[in-house]
């Protein structure tokens, strides 16, 4: 059974930084396209930053420029480097394959982000 656990959320200041972390079990993700997801209340979920396999990077227009996503495919892990958050960066992280798959979705970590 395959499962994402995320962690290191918290609650920052804008102008803070984060990094989150999300360890998969269950299969190995080498292979896969990788991304984080947030959604904020009341919002759709979103995909905010993309890895591939290769190492090949994309963001959302909102997080470019602030954040980086990385992985470390031994440790079957993906990290998303969160600096100069904002107030709208206030939302529950996922992560999840790029196509996401329903059944992979763990509980996310909540990020809040204080003006």
């Known amino acids: 059974q395959v499962q994402f656990v995320e962690s290191g959320g918290g609650l920052v200041q804008a102008g803070g930084s984060l990094r989150l972390s999300c360890v998969a079990s269950?299969?190995?993700?080498?292979?896969?396209?990788m991304g984080w997801y947030r959604q904020a209340p009341g919002k759709q979920r979103e995909l905010v930053a993309r890895?591939?396999?290769?190492?090949?990077?994309t963001y959302a227009e909102s997080v470019k420029g602030r954040w980086t996503i990385s992985r470390d495919n031994a440790k079957n892990t993906v990290y998303l480097q969160m600096n100069s958050l904002k107030p709208e960066d206030t939302a529950v992280y996922f992560c999840?394959?790029?196509?996401?798959?329903?059944?992979?979705w763990g509980r996310g970590t909540q990020v809040t982000v204080s003006s």
């Open positions: 269950g299969s190995t993700f080498s292979s896969n396209a």
């Open positions: 890895i591939y396999s290769g190492g090949m990077t």
């Open positions: 999840n394959t790029v196509p996401f798959y329903n059944s992979y």
